[in-house]
């Protein structure tokens, strides 16, 4: 329920040019990671998992990366489609939540899921993280964020689950659950990695949030 009720949230944010115009460059964190992993690791394969309207998964693809994407927002999609149309670029797109990614076990090199696996409530975010361990193969780099449970932003939402928050004012994306974890919930979400980079940041223009940025590679 909560896949579906996000996607709802950014099919309404995406659907004008103001909307999508935030969600236009991608981070020069994740363009940096990915340009790494596949000149020097020989990473060929990625998914951007919960791709928006695509700017991560058409920078992959320019990069050289046999790139596929997958959200639950239809407009996203449709937006992503167009910008590979128009750029020449081969890009694979899918509909799917991220508790059940269309693929199979070891399909890729690199994942990113980036400000998308932290809606819902703790099972979901669990159930993201098994579905990604299955499509990651073993010396793949996972690239995430997570909002972290040093955000102020808790204290002005209602906890509906352990650590899951809703408000009731807000723009759309305010409407469905938000988890917050800190670093004991990481550990136990991702025992079987190893961490390349970890650091609990504030966001950009949003002083009561903050996420962790990571990067880890599936271990055995």
């Known amino acids: 329920m909560a896949n579906s009720t996000a996607a709802a949230a950014w099919n309404e944010i995406w659907s004008t040019p103001d909307g999508r115009k935030a969600w236009l460059e991608p981070e020069p964190e994740v363009a940096a990671l990915a340009r790494e992993r596949f000149a020097q690791h020989g990473a060929h394969r990625a998914l951007d998992l919960g791709c928006g309207v695509g700017r991560h998964a058409l920078e992959l693809a320019r990069i050289g990366y ?3 994407a997958t959200d ?3 407009v996203g999609l449709d937006e992503l489609e167009r910008a590979a149309k128009a750029a020449g670029l081969t890009v694979t797109v ?8 269309p693929f199979g076990d070891a399909s890729f090199d690199y994942v990113l899921a980036y400000n998308v696996i932290h ?13 990604v ?7 793949g780099v996972f690239q995430a964020t ?8 808790r204290s002005t939402g209602i906890e509906v689950s352990p650590n899951t928050y809703i408000w009731q004012e ?16 990481l550990n136990a979400f991702l025992g079987d ?22 990067a880890a590679e599936r271990r055995t």
Do not use: M, N
């Open 94 to 101: 899918k509909e799917a939540a991220a508790t059940e990614l």
């Open 193 to 214: 990695f190893e961490w390349l980079s970890l650091e609990d940041r504030q966001v950009r223009d949003r002083p009561d949030y903050r996420h962790w940025h990571f």
């Open 133 to 139: 361990r299955r499509v990651l193969r073993i010396g």
């Open 170 to 185: 807000g723009d759309a994306d305010h409407q469905h659950p938000h988890y917050f974890c800190d670093g004991r919930d």
């Open 72 to 74: 639950l927002a239809r």
């Open 119 to 131: 809606h819902g409530d703790r099972d979901d975010v669990r159930s993201s993280l098994a579905e």
């Open 146 to 153: 997570l909002l972290s449970r040093r955000s102020a932003a």
């Open 66 to 68: 046999d790139t596929s």
